[in-house]
């Protein structure tokens, strides 16, 4: 029942958060209105600053550290300055930032096409671009969400990609946990880089738990939340779900025990599917509650961070925009932390795209200088209308 917290459809792999002027939202918002004092800790079901203060994580996912260009989308069409002042525009106080081990291993040279708006780029390398995106964010006090999405880089995802496990034959496990402690050990003395996705949506046989060790995503959790904190015992840690983190199901029996305490965090997906069309608000928050909403109730008490939910950029899409406007309610009564897919105005390079295409769920037009989806942006602001408690 991948209807529930479940991957992008509408032309996407099916499996599995402005108004029209940008002036306005750079005060608006509670993100904008606090000054966060990274890093995070969490306390119960909230995520905190160091100075006590909640948090809620409002993030945009822009993706392209994963993809095939190994550089994030919009730098070929927009300064990266202009591009993260758009995102503070927004209203949001994070972003989520996919990485492929591949870009990471290889750290190849980007293509010129790529980066072509930001001419400092040319002839640089992936991780040397990834430094420069992160510092950028970091002045303007945006958190960021560091997202080990894929193995190999390409688009994301389906049962045949090669990218379901934590490790495939060319990545295996000890590459993924090494991986992730030089990434952690890079970006250790930047305060504002807060958190590890430990992977993306696990699929192709991902179990939690269970008699064999190869898909055991329990244990392979702990494995790597621990040797990220190793290296950087002030990351949160974001553990996804198999089912394309969709189905919590057992955390509550089996949840992750990690070196540092205080840093565990779950991290549940959510997207509309064309075959499902939820009857009433009680019917989708029942459905919702069910595989991963439960656990706000459950022992021991985690926070939940929505790490990708989505929908068409114009809202005209039938069924997906009823349960995107249903959603946005769940979130609000359940006082979540979310990350928007994606903020990405144009597709990148990969299986099923076309580099420059327009990217149909993006918040950004292509052009990453003008709002495409402002009654989406409407809807993330009364998210955050209120102070989490």
Same mark, same amino acid.
């Given at each position: 029942?991948?209807?529930?917290?479940?991957?992008?459809?509408?032309?996407?792999?099916?499996?599995?958060?402005?108004?029209?002027?940008?002036?306005?939202?750079?005060?608006?918002? $509670?993100?904008?209105?606090?000054?966060? =004092?990274?890093?995070?800790?969490?306390?119960?079901?909230?995520?905190?600053?160091?100075?006590?203060?909640?948090?809620?994580?409002?993030?945009?996912?822009?993706?392209?550290?994963?993809? !095939?260009?190994?550089?994030?989308?919009?730098?070929?069409?927009?300064?990266?300055?202009?591009?993260?002042?758009?995102?503070?525009?927004?209203?949001?106080?994070?972003?989520?930032?996919?990485?492929?081990?591949?870009?990471?291993?290889?750290?190849?040279?980007?293509?010129? $096409?790529?980066?072509?708006?930001?001419?400092?780029?040319?002839? !640089?390398?992936?991780?040397?671009?990834?430094?420069?995106?992160?510092?950028?964010?970091?002045?303007?006090?945006?958190?960021?969400?560091?997202?080990?999405?894929?193995?190999?880089?390409? #688009?994301?995802?389906?049962?045949?990609?090669?990218?379901?496990?934590?490790?495939?034959?060319?990545?295996?496990?000890?590459? #993924?946990?090494?991986?992730?402690?030089?990434?952690?050990?890079? $970006?250790?003395?930047?305060?504002?880089?807060?958190?590890?996705?430990?992977?993306?949506?696990?699929?192709?046989?991902?179990?939690?738990?269970?008699?064999?060790?190869?898909?055991?995503?329990?244990?392979? %959790?702990?494995?790597?939340?621990?040797?990220?904190?190793?290296?950087?015992?002030?990351?949160?840690?974001?553990?996804?779900?198999?089912?394309?983190?969709?189905?919590f199901t057992g955390f509550d029996k089996l949840p992750v025990q990690?070196?540092?305490?205080?840093?565990?965090?779950?991290?549940?997906?959510?997207?509309?599917?064309?075959?499902?069309?939820?009857?009433?608000?009680?019917?989708?928050?029942? +459905?919702?509650? +069910?595989? +991963?909403?439960?656990?706000?109730?459950?022992?021991?008490?985690?926070?939940?961070?929505?790490?990708?939910?989505?929908?068409?950029?114009?809202?005209?899409?039938?069924?997906?925009?009823? #349960?995107?406007t249903l959603f946005i309610r769940y979130l609000k009564e359940n006082?979540?932390?979310?990350?928007?897919?994606?903020?990405?105005? =144009?597709?990148?390079?990969?299986?099923?795209? !076309?580099?420059?295409?327009?990217?149909?769920?993006?918040?950004?037009?292509?052009?990453?200088?003008?709002i495409a989806a402002p009654k989406i942006v409407e809807l993330l602001?009364?998210?955050? %209308?209120? %102070?989490?408690?």
């Amino acid at each position: 029942m991948r209807i529930l917290f479940s991957r992008r459809s509408l032309g996407f792999a099916a499996a599995s958060l402005v108004a029209v002027s940008l002036s306005g939202y750079a005060q608006s918002g $509670y993100a904008q209105k606090v000054d966060l =004092a990274p890093p995070l800790h969490t306390s119960g079901y909230r995520i905190l600053d160091t100075a006590g203060n909640p948090v809620r994580l409002a993030s945009v996912n822009w993706f392209g550290f994963d993809e !095939k260009e190994y550089v994030p989308g919009g730098l070929d069409h927009a300064p990266l300055a202009a591009i993260v002042s758009r995102i503070q525009a927004l209203g949001v106080n994070s972003v989520r930032l996919p990485w492929a081990n591949e870009t990471l291993e290889r750290n190849p040279v980007v293509p010129d $096409y790529a980066v072509r708006a930001n001419p400092q780029f040319k002839g !640089k390398h992936a991780m040397e671009v990834m430094d420069a995106v992160i510092a950028e964010l970091a002045r303007a006090h945006l958190m960021v969400i560091l997202d080990n999405h894929v193995s190999r880089a390409d #688009w994301c995802c389906n049962d045949t990609d090669g990218n379901g496990l934590w490790y495939n034959a060319d990545y295996p496990e000890k590459q #993924w946990i090494a991986d992730w402690q030089a990434i952690a050990r890079r $970006y250790r003395r930047q305060p504002w880089v807060v958190g590890a996705d430990l992977r993306n949506e696990l699929r192709s046989g991902a179990a939690w738990g269970g008699a064999d060790p190869k898909l055991d995503w329990h244990d392979a %959790a702990e494995r790597g939340g621990n040797a990220v904190l190793a290296a950087n015992p002030r990351l949160l840690i974001m553990v996804e779900s198999p089912h394309y983190s969709t189905d919590f199901t057992g955390f509550d029996k089996l949840p992750v025990q990690l070196s540092v305490l205080h840093r565990l965090v779950y991290s549940p997906h959510a997207y509309n599917m064309d075959n499902h069309v939820f009857a009433s608000y009680e019917d989708l928050k029942q +459905a919702y509650d +069910a595989r +991963a909403g439960f656990l706000l109730h459950a022992e021991p008490a985690v926070p939940l961070w929505v790490g990708e939910f989505g929908t068409c950029q114009t809202l005209d899409c039938g069924a997906g925009s009823a #349960w995107f406007t249903l959603f946005i309610r769940y979130l609000k009564e359940n006082d979540l932390s979310w990350s928007y897919w994606p903020l990405n105005g =144009a597709q990148s390079s990969g299986e099923g795209r !076309k580099y420059d295409a327009v990217e149909t769920y993006g918040l950004l037009a292509p052009d990453y200088r003008q709002i495409a989806a402002p009654k989406i942006v409407e809807l993330l602001r009364t998210v955050e %209308a209120s %102070a989490p408690r």
